[in-house]
């Protein structure tokens, strides 16, 4: 061996042996205890642990014993400990309304409604029942609101936007929108906040689109829907199809299934890519023209379109296309969507990217002729526009509330048109002489680039309803779970 490997040999050796022997750093000692409370571990049970591992307390530790704890803490691995005695409630009284959690492991949801002797009488959906109070475990809270109030003790009461805790000084009804962090103790054993704030605050609205837009997330499996255009279900948690029930009335039977090909979910994060196909077996002519009437030139006025010619209106179009001539029309579309915890810990945000197209184009004459006057209506096909239905777009969703979101999208569409409120109306009940219970007025002003936003209010789990400012202005949607 050459002196210098021998020397730096020894230079090694020295420095792990000194690593080893280094007392333990302080702020070591403060990452073992950030680590060991977001596992849910108390001081007592910390230093329960070192000493049954390594024979000292944690400020015992060497720099290296200390390092190796840390990577322990950061893994998913848990701490062996002896089990303490759970604690029991101590205030079980009527009116006590939340999640009771038992020694069993059940957790129950429900409202006390009486107490006979030692059973707690507990009102929950899926019955009355009696419950021992020696089997309840004591639920404590420590809340530290946004102005850094700070409120200790028992839980009473909690719902979807408040909490109500007994202090020593009294009851305390607290909004969780005021919630900077919140402990819970189970029996004696913490919650960190880091754990317990994904349910606290999560949003109940999952959707499967945003406005007509789809997103990547199908309907869970066995779930059935119905919205103001279209019914649809959930065969797997892969695939699911829809129907737009107006088209089916007016005999254009059409199926639109949706299939995700590529998904990823983590505890914080979840992705999906999606391809969706719409069959219409028999789509009238007429609703073409009528979709893209912005398209479509009188031939002896060649600079209007359609939906400008005040005189013209789908009855006039009957001239032109015959209401019975209709053909097989193909849609298709592929969508990328990603959602995640919102920052805050409040709910979640996602956003959605797409692209549509259809062979609507190749199903159309180049012109129509009225029988009887002569006219002409001429397809727009020469401007660059009209050379491929398409339709692209991104849309958003933020929780605003655990009932509340905030949704919103922008996109470029070749049909894409603006209509008033009482144009869409008339549109959808079939006053203007479309179809009812479908989209397909001749009116409004072409607009390939737009953007829409509005609010969407979760009911309950099963129904929502939402409103913004592009049609169809107002959202429907009902769900029917697990058939």
């Not at 032109?320 to 592929?334: H, I, Q, S, T």
């Not at 239905?389 to 922008?410: C, H, M, N, T």
């Not at 144009?423 to 409004?444: I, Q, R, T």
Request: contains cysteine; charged residues 20%; negative net charge.
């Amino acid at each position: 061996m050459k002196p210098y490997q021998l020397i730096l040999g020894i230079i090694l050796s020295l420095s792990f042996v000194i690593t080893q022997s280094q007392s333990v750093l302080p702020a070591q000692i403060s990452a073992i205890h950030t680590l060991g409370e977001n596992k849910g571990y108390n001081r007592a049970e910390l230093n329960s642990f070192v000493a049954n591992t390594y024979g000292v307390s944690i400020s015992g530790l060497s720099q290296n014993q200390a390092s190796e704890l840390i990577t322990y803490l950061q893994s998913d691995k848990t701490l062996s400990l002896a089990e303490d005695e759970l604690i029991l409630a101590e205030i079980l009284e009527v009116g006590m309304a939340k999640k009771f959690h038992l020694k069993d492991g059940n957790i129950i949801h429900g409202s006390i409604i009486e107490i006979d002797g030692e059973l707690c009488v507990l009102e929950t959906a899926e019955g009355v029942l009696n419950i021992p109070m020696s089997d309840i475990l004591e639920e404590t809270v420590d809340i530290i609101k946004n102005d850094n109030a700070r409120y200790k003790g028992p839980l009473l009461q909690e719902n979807g936007t408040t909490v109500v805790i007994r202090s020593k000084y009294g009851d305390v009804d607290i909004n969780k929108k005021d919630i900077k962090k919140m402990d819970r103790y189970h029996g004696g054993k913490l919650i960190p906040w880091v754990e317990n704030k994904k349910e606290f605050y999560q949003g109940e609205a999952q959707l499967t689109s945003v406005f007509l837009d789809p997103t990547a997330f199908p309907l869970e499996a066995n779930t059935f829907y119905m919205s103001g255009l279209s019914i649809g279900y959930g065969f797997t948690d892969r695939f699911m199809v829809t129907t737009q029930f107006g088209s089916n009335f007016n005999g254009d039977l059409n199926l639109n299934p949706k299939m995700r090909f590529m998904h990823k979910k983590t505890s914080k994060q979840e992705s999906a890519t999606t391809w969706g196909m719409g069959f219409h077996r028999a789509y009238p002519i007429q609703k073409i023209v009528s979709n893209y009437s912005h398209a479509w030139k009188h031939a002896s006025k060649s600079d209007s379109t359609l939906n400008q010619l005040g005189d013209f209106s789908i009855d006039s179009l009957n001239n032109f296309v015959k209401g019975d001539d209709r053909n097989v029309l193909v849609e298709a579309y592929l969508v990328y969507s990603s959602r995640r915890e919102n920052p805050t810990g409040r709910g979640k945000v996602g956003y959605s990217v797409g692209f549509k197209t259809s062979n609507m184009f190749f199903l159309t004459e180049d012109e129509y002729t009225d029988s009887a006057s002569g006219d002409k209506i001429v397809f727009d096909g020469d401007n660059s526009h009209f050379i491929l239905p398409f339709r692209a777009w991104v849309s958003f969703e933020y929780d605003l509330q655990k009932k509340l979101k905030f949704v919103g999208s922008i996109w470029a569409d070749n049909s894409s048109r603006t209509l008033n409120f009482s144009d869409v109306l008339s549109d959808y009940f079939g006053e203007d002489g479309s179809d009812a219970f479908s989209l397909d007025s001749m009116e409004g002003k072409y607009s390939m680039f737009d953007f829409d936003f509005g609010f969407l209010y979760a009911v309950n789990s099963n129904f929502r309803i939402g409103i913004h400012f592009q049609q169809p202005y107002i959202d429907i949607y009902w769900e029917f779970f697990e058939f």
